[in-house]
Nanobody, 124 residues
């Protein structure tokens, strides 16, 4: 089970850190990803971290502003969001899968486990 938290209201240029905590059995996915969905839009890929290698991947829209990291001891993945823009406003979801392959990292359908989402609102 995944639990996303840390959303809120922030002014443009500000920062937020989202957390995605896994409960239950030992957490060892192939990758954990963050997606976001704005009203009326499809859920889009934000970034992902390959669990074992700690290698990260980002969409072009957030590259250089967002950073994904993980704390293995806490079974938690973080999404540090800096220089936030109004267009970053969305519900943010974390997702994990034990067998997602590299070419599918940005694909929603590749992830079997999803958190409930946390709202991020960036005011101008």
């Amino acid at each position: 089970q995944l639990q996303a938290s840390g959303g809120g209201l922030v002014q443009a240029g500000g920062s937020l850190r989202l957390s995605c905590a896994a409960s239950g059995r030992t957490f060892s996915p192939r990758a954990v990803a963050w997606f976001r969905q704005a009203p009326g839009d499809e859920r889009e890929f934000v970034g992902a971290i390959k669990w074992r290698e700690r290698r990260t991947y980002y969409s072009e829209s957030v590259k250089g502003r967002f950073t994904i990291s993980r704390d293995n001891a806490k079974n938690t993945v973080y999404l540090q969001m800096n220089s936030l823009r109004p267009e970053d406003t969305a519900v943010y979801y974390c997702a994990a899968d034990p067998s997602v392959i590299h070419s599918n990292l940005a694909s929603r359908s590749a992830y079997a486990y999803w958190g409930q989402g946390t709202q991020v609102t960036v005011s101008s």
